[in-house]
């Protein structure tokens, strides 16, 4: 499932004509940075929502034949990230899946991030997995972190006036049975806390460089890292 249906209004003014997927970084959309690497995972079906500029997006996305995409229509209104997940789980299936934002990005490190996050799966411990970032390391992220990971990899989210040494990267593995009766609209760090509470929140460390692509500045942040990379 990648969740594409923000209106991206950080990225102003880059999304006045277009949404945020179809934002270039390093001469590519940012949705298709994303989609390479769900390709590269062996992920060979993506559920994409869309809400603004809708059009932009069914006509990009149907120039990609691999991974095969599946749009879930949010035209009516925006569900926000949990709601525009359960909208979508009909076509997603009954198997626990990956979630991406659609500015899920990096740097790649030995081995596929996402190939070892599927791979570190435990469903009968685990409700979430997520895929964290080192904040010390991370480009573009500005703030005290999201989580702080036990040595088991079982997660606790930050207090107020703490400082943790991770960021979600906006990419997780997840069980559909926990969108039950849930509403229509709402987000997903409902069901980050409560699978928390349960202790089965679990996270993974990001191998390589994330790079958070939030604003004009970040994107140029990027750009200029992916550049240093590619002469390193």
């Given at each position: 499932m990648l969740l594409a249906a923000g209106l991206g209004r950080r990225m102003r003014p880059l999304t006045d004509d277009r949404p945020k997927p179809l934002v270039e970084v390093a001469g590519r959309a940012l949705l298709d940075h994303v989609l390479d690497r769900l390709d590269e995972a062996g992920i060979e079906q993506v559920v994409v929502n869309v809400h603004y500029r809708a059009d932009q997006m069914e006509a990009h996305l149907a120039a990609r034949s691999s991974p095969r995409v599946i749009i879930s229509d949010e035209r009516g209104g925006l569900l926000d990230s949990g709601g525009g997940v359960k909208k979508a789980l009909p076509l997603v299936g009954p198997a626990p899946f990956v979630v991406c934002n659609c500015d899920s990005f990096?740097?790649?490190?030995?081995r596929s991030n996402l190939g070892q996050l599927i791979a570190a799966w435990d469903g009968a411990t685990m409700d979430i997995l997520m895929l964290l970032a080192a904040t010390a390391t991370s480009i573009g992220f500005e703030g005290a972190g999201d989580y702080s990971m036990d040595t088991g990899g079982r997660l606790q989210r930050r207090r107020e006036r703490d400082v943790v040494p991770?960021?979600?990267?906006?990419v997780l593995l997840m069980k559909p049975e926990l969108f039950a009766g849930t509403p229509s609209v709402?987000?997903?760090?409902?069901?980050?806390?409560?699978?928390?509470?349960?202790?089965?929140l679990y996270g993974r460390r990001l191998d390589g460089i994330w790079l958070h692509v939030g604003t004009p500045a970040a994107l140029l942040e990027a750009e200029a890292r992916i550049e240093q990379s590619a002469v390193l």
């Open positions: 990096w740097i790649e490190g030995a991770f960021a979600y990267s906006g709402f987000s997903l760090n409902r069901l980050f806390d409560a699978a928390e509470k349960r202790g089965r």
